[in-house]
Each structure stands twice: as C-alpha cells, then as structure tokens.
C-alpha cells in the first residue's frame, strides 16, 4: 500500500514557477515509477511527467523544457518544478505511484495561473 500526499500548488501569475511536492509511504517507494498527472476543467486527466525507478523521465509536449520532475527515494519524495507557466497548465495536479499491478493516486492539488 502507498499514500500519497501533494502539496505546493496556489495561484501564480504567468511567467512565474511553483515546485510541486508528493510525499509518499510505502516500503518499496523506490521500485515505483512516479508520475504527476493534471486534469482541467471539462478535459481529461493527462500525464504531465514521469519517472521511473532508474530515473528515466519523460514528459508531455506541452511542458518540454519548462517542467521537471525529480524523486528522492530517500525521502520517499518526488517533486515537480513548473517554471514559465502558462494559463493552460491551471488544473489540478495528482501524484500517481506504479508498480504493476498496482496503483495510487494522491488527492491533488490545484494550479492556477492567472493575471
């Protein structure tokens, strides 16, 4: 079994950054690939970014060169720093743990950019 906890969103201007965190439990946190997800109103839930257990990463288009994701097995943490936000990133953003067949979800939370 894994929590998950997400925290670091609020409201940001365009242009600027947040760092998301997921603070999860769990014995084996580091077999887990981790992923942050976000959905916006009226759309579907879409991955944002990913890493696997290596540290592979990969991400969406729409925040190559703009987001990162890190994880901190140590600390049994995985965080997402969103700098140049932009409108289109508001949604609410999940942490999401997977080891096949397993799967978690945090609860999320929300990102808004706006002037």
């Not at 077999?31 to 944002?48: C, D, F, I, N, S």
Request: proline share 4%; aromatic share 10%; net charge positive.
């Amino acid at each position: 079994q894994v929590h998950l906890v997400e925290s670091g969103g609020g409201l940001v201007q365009p242009g600027g950054s947040l760092r998301l965190s997921c603070a999860a439990s769990g014995s084996i946190f580091r077999l887990y690939t981790m992923g942050w997800y976000r959905q916006a109103p009226g759309k579907q839930r879409e991955l944002v970014a990913g890493i696997t257990s290596g540290g592979s990463t990969k991400y969406a288009d729409s925040v190559k060169g703009r987001f990162t994701i890190s994880r901190d097995n140590a600390k049994k943490m995985v965080y997402l720093q969103m700098n140049s936000l932009k409108p289109a990133d508001t949604a609410v953003y999940y942490c999401n743990a997977n080891l096949p067949p397993s799967d978690y979800w945090g609860q999320g939370t929300q990102v808004t950019v706006s002037s």
